[in-house]
């Protein structure tokens, strides 16, 4: 059961900017728990984009950024490119589960 | 290169048993958790369990608690995820992943990641 909830679906026209939200709760990222983003391309393992809310991996490209905000998150696309098609998933620590919770997940589409 | 390779895929019956693998490789096995994580056909991420190789500390998902073990042995770098008795609704891509620690945080994120290991469980 995922207990962080993402909009099922964004789209955007090739150089747009797009957003996908992560919403948790008090024993997540309300707590303070950092948040981190993946990206999932059809048929591969997923790649992780963001860590600790804001901080992109060494060669992701800086069209990615994160932030969060109270009990939610959020990840921006800038530039939107048709590579960018993907399944993204937003993470963090649940206390009250004592462990790790993904999100729902987000298909993005680029039109 | 830090790497993880994971065993190949899997077509199993019901009630059978089965264990896959996580090697790792390009960094210092016992140092680092390992994690597990479920995607069913069509489906999102699940959390099911974290092992650490230097001590077989071991945390499961209240979700997976019981229905799977997670063991590794250090000797061969290797993770496993293990079924005694494999159900239907057992079918997915299972994938491991390291954690990446950072001082003082609770909340960590997973790279890199296997390339996972389809699991296929059907009379």
């Known amino acids: 059961q995922s207990v962080l909830t993402q909009p099922p679906s964004v789209s955007g026209a090739p150089g747009q900017r797009v957003t996908i939200s992560c919403t948790g709760s008090s024993s997540n990222i309300g707590a303070g728990y950092d948040v981190h983003w993946y990206q999932q391309l059809p048929g591969t393992a997923p790649k992780l984009l963001i860590y600790?809310?804001?901080n992109r991996p060494s060669g992701v490209p800086d069209r990615f950024s994160g932030s969060k905000s109270g009990t939610s998150a959020s990840l921006a696309i800038s530039g939107l490119q048709a590579e960018d098609e993907a399944d993204y998933y937003c993470?963090?620590?649940?206390?009250?589960?004592?462990?790790?919770?993904f999100g729902t997940g987000t298909k993005v589409t680029v039109l | 290169e830090v790497q993880l390779v994971q065993s190949g895929a899997e077509v199993k019956k019901p009630g059978e048993s089965l264990k896959i693998s996580c090697k790792g490789s390009g960094y210092s096995f016992t140092s680092y958790w390992i994690g597990w994580v479920r995607q069913m056909p069509g489906k999102g991420l699940e959390w099911m369990g974290i092992i650490y190789p230097g001590d077989s500390d071991t945390r499961y998902s209240p979700s997976f608690q019981g229905q799977v073990t997670i063991s590794a042995d250090k000797s061969i770098s290797t993770a496993y995820l293990q079924w005694s008795s494999l159900k239907a609704s057992d079918t997915a891509m299972y994938y491991c992943?390291?954690?990446?620690?950072?001082?003082?945080?609770?909340?960590?994120?997973?790279?890199?990641w296997g390339q996972g290991t389809l699991v296929t469980v059907s009379s």
């Open positions: 992943a390291r954690r990446f620690d950072r001082l003082g945080e609770l909340s960590n994120p997973f790279d890199p």
């Open positions: 600790g809310n804001s």
């Open positions: 993470q963090s620590y649940d206390s009250s589960l004592s462990g790790y919770v």
